[in-house]
């Protein structure tokens, strides 16, 4: 699976990977370390920058670790920040839960982790917003 993961991200270019989960960090970073151990600083995948948090499912059972992946995600916001050459976006609070600054054009997806990438809009694709489709008589 790997080499399709690379052509994706050769393809898609994207200015960062998020890793969620153990399996997509050791995956993509091709390591048996410890989440714990990964997480706060800034790793790389085919010359893109990896942030490492923890899968939603463990923070569902785990709502202590929330806070550490907060800050996991204010990393990886400052971080795709400064891949995207810009300063920090000046309606972008730290906290107010608004996707951790990135624009609202940016969607996440990626075979072994997450990245982020331009999402479809509705006008492009009309499959993206079903309500828009004319009715069928």
């Known amino acids: 699976c790997e080499p399709y993961l690379q052509r994706q991200v050769a393809l898609v270019k994207p200015k960062l990977i998020v890793a969620l989960g153990r399996f997509a960090a050791q995956s993509l970073l091709k390591t048996d370390a410890s989440i714990s151990s990964l997480r706060g600083r800034i790793h790389e995948y ?28 204010c990393l990886a916001r400052d971080t795709w920040h400064k891949a ?15 996707a951790a ?14 990245a982020a990438e331009p999402a479809a809009s ?12 004319p009715p069928v008589h």
């Open 122 to 133: 509705s006008a492009a694709n009309p499959a993206a917003n079903p309500a828009a489709d």
């Open 101 to 114: 600054g990135l624009p609202a054009d940016f969607a996440v997806g990626s075979a072994a982790g997450f």
């Open 46 to 73: 085919e010359g893109v920058p990896v942030i490492v948090t923890y899968h939603p499912a463990y923070l569902l059972r785990s709502l202590h670790d929330k806070a550490k992946s907060w800050q996991d995600l």
């Open 84 to 98: 995207a050459g810009g300063a920090a976006q000046p309606g972008a609070r730290q906290g107010d839960g608004t």
